[in-house]
């Protein structure tokens, strides 16, 4: 599988992004998605996940709310809806797949795509 993430910029504390994670194999279907953030000199952390059906979702806690996951099976493509933008926000998103369960574990995800970078400022 492999994963182009896009849909990045700058944008106003308060604003708004969508992400978008177009997958190419033919078992897109059957991976687990994810999204993940991470800032310099800091670990990757989970941001939010969906399951092969896209019924079972999770969200971390600092986006919850504000953040909304979404996947389009036809299109091999996840999404991730950002409103109310924070600038704790700010960091490189990557979206990372696998064909396990739906973790918030990096370590779980066998293929990441090369990352699309997310500024809010103040």
């Known amino acids: 599988v492999q994963l182009q993430a896009s849909g990045g910029g700058l944008v106003q504390a308060g604003g708004s992004l969508r992400l978008s994670c177009a997958a190419s194999?033919?078992?897109?279907?059957?991976?687990?998605m994810a999204w993940f953030r991470q800032t310099p000199g800091k670990e990757r952390e989970f941001v939010a996940g969906v399951g092969w059906s896209g019924n079972s979702k999770s969200y971390a806690d600092s986006v919850l709310g504000r953040f909304s996951i979404s996947r389009e099976t036809a299109k091999n493509t996840m999404y991730l809806q950002m409103n109310n933008l924070q600038p704790g926000d700010t960091a490189v998103y990557y979206c990372?797949?696998?064909?396990?369960?739906?973790?918030?574990?990096?370590?779980?995800?066998?293929?990441w795509g090369q990352g699309t970078q997310v500024t809010v400022s103040s």
């Open positions: 194999g033919r078992i897109f279907s059957r991976n687990v």
């Open positions: 990372a797949a696998d064909l396990g369960a739906l973790s918030r574990d990096r370590r779980t995800y066998n293929w």
